[in-house]
């Protein structure tokens, strides 16, 4: 992508061999605190606790993306798409920073402490970057928020094909050994084209991008949606409400000092948003494991229980089912649960009810477009001859802890 001259650093990936990053901006940004962050937080949250493998990070993923982007737009390149030096920089830019904002433990602190989607937090952490890089950001930030005339770009960055989907299938099969997520992402890659401005694949590139869909299927159902996982992320998700529910009716509790800001900080006249990204950015997985020891020995019956669940692999069971939980086999595990834990306990942390849905492709996004050798381009849902699984499957779930029955 770089000139045969441009000084590079080399980072020693164990998926795609040897990543490199130019001197320069984008070696500044992965030098940055707020980009080193993600070294301390896992990739796959809790799957460690399925396929013990499972341990590599979020800057290992941001790293690959950016090689996978690289080699995108070499070939888009070699294919006469007009892509500018400025525009090269910007959008492996915007790759390396799309999961900046992501916060410890996978999304369990979005739905217990935080009120902003990874996403949201990515984007004011890349604004936070530019105003310190002097607006070196502003077309990457164009880009990421799909406000750039050159469509493609932002689909790279996010869409139905992007680099950061290419990455995290290829990376997390490889670190769970889950075998069913293997793609074909360097065919995909050499198959992208661009036509009218937008990202398309050529024809003979459609069977891989069947695979590809295929793959995020099986990869969701088998790791990210695998209900062992899915209870060790409720539990997180539950014992910090819970510890959130105990630090606002003033109980103390042992955390970091960052831990005990989102804790214990009063929403009602919203705290400016550069103390919120400062203390967020100092935010990891290491704070939650030290709280999560440290709550084992608390006085709160329930707080203690999913802390030491945690810990000891103790995971509440979580039944899967195709319809809503009946109320009165919910009714029945509150009853036990009641009788385990007092008629004072806060059932709702304790049993809890919720779904999981998963798409492997959304027809009525934007679509995946396949270009033919005649100039025809046709969404792949209408070439494929395989099943796509465009419908939306929702599975309802129960959890409660095992001890119960």
């Known amino acids: 992508m ?9 980072f020693n990936d164990p998926v795609y061999g040897f990543v490199s990053v130019p001197h320069g901006l984008l ?81 369990a602190l979005e739905h217990a ?19 310190q890089f002097d607006g070196q950001l ?12 050159k469509q493609f770009l932002h689909q790279l960055v996010s869409g139905q094909l992007d680099m950061d989907r290419m990455d995290y299938l290829n990376r997390d099969s490889f670190f769970t050994g889950v075998s069913e997520g293997v793609i074909g992402y360097d065919r995909i890659i050499k198959m992208l084209a661009v036509h009218d401005g937008a990202l398309v694949v050529e024809e003979k590139g459609i069977y891989s991008i069947e695979k590809f869909l295929i793959a995020r299927r099986l990869m969701y159902w088998q790791v990210y949606l695998h209900k062992t996982n899915v209870s060790a992320e409720q539990m997180v998700v539950h014992l910090l409400r819970r510890a959130r529910e105990l630090a606002l009716a003033g109980v103390q509790l042992e955390a970091s000092r960052h831990l005990r800001w989102f804790l214990y900080r009063d929403t009602s006249g919203q705290a400016p948003e550069q ?27 329930v707080l203690a229980t999913l802390a030491a669940g945690l810990l000891d692999r103790k995971l509440f069971r979580l039944e899967w089912r195709t319809v809503p939980v009946e109320a009165d086999y919910l ?27 998963n798409q492997a492709y959304d027809a009525a996004e934007e679509k995946i477009n396949i270009l033919f050798k005649d100039g ?12 796509l699984y465009t419908q939306v499957v929702t599975k309802y779930f129960i959890c409660y802890p095992k001890s119960l029955y």
Request: hydrophobic share 45%; with cysteine; net charge negative.
């Open 331 to 357: 009714a029945h595990i509150r009853a036990l649960a009641l009788q385990a834990f007092g008629p004072e306990a806060p059932l709702g942390h304790l049993v809890f009810t919720g779904s999981e849905s």
């Open 376 to 387: 025809r381009v046709l969404p792949i849902d209408e070439c494929s001859d395989v099943p």
């Open 275 to 301: 103390a919120f990204l400062e203390h967020f950015a100092r935010l990891d997985d290491v704070d939650i494991a030290a709280a999560i020891k440290a709550w084992r020995d608390a006085g709160d019956p």
């Open 2 to 10: 770089e000139n045969m001259h441009t000084k590079r650093k080399i």
């Open 113 to 131: 402490i935080v009120d902003l989607h990874h996403e949201q937090l990515s984007l004011l952490f890349m604004e936070a970057l530019n105003r």
């Open 27 to 107: 070696l500044d940004l992965v030098d940055h605190p707020y980009f080193q962050r993600l070294r301390r937080i896992r990739q796959v949250g809790l799957a460690h606790y399925v396929y013990p493998g499972a341990l590599h990070t979020r800057f290992h993923h941001a790293l690959g993306a950016l090689h996978l982007m690289q080699q995108a737009i070499d070939v888009l390149r070699h294919k006469g798409t007009d892509i500018t030096e400025a525009e090269a920089k910007a959008v492996c830019a915007a790759i390396l920073l799309h999961d900046i904002g992501h916060g410890p433990y996978s999304h």
């Open 138 to 149: 502003d077309l990457a930030i164009q880009i990421f928020t799909d406000r750039y005339p």
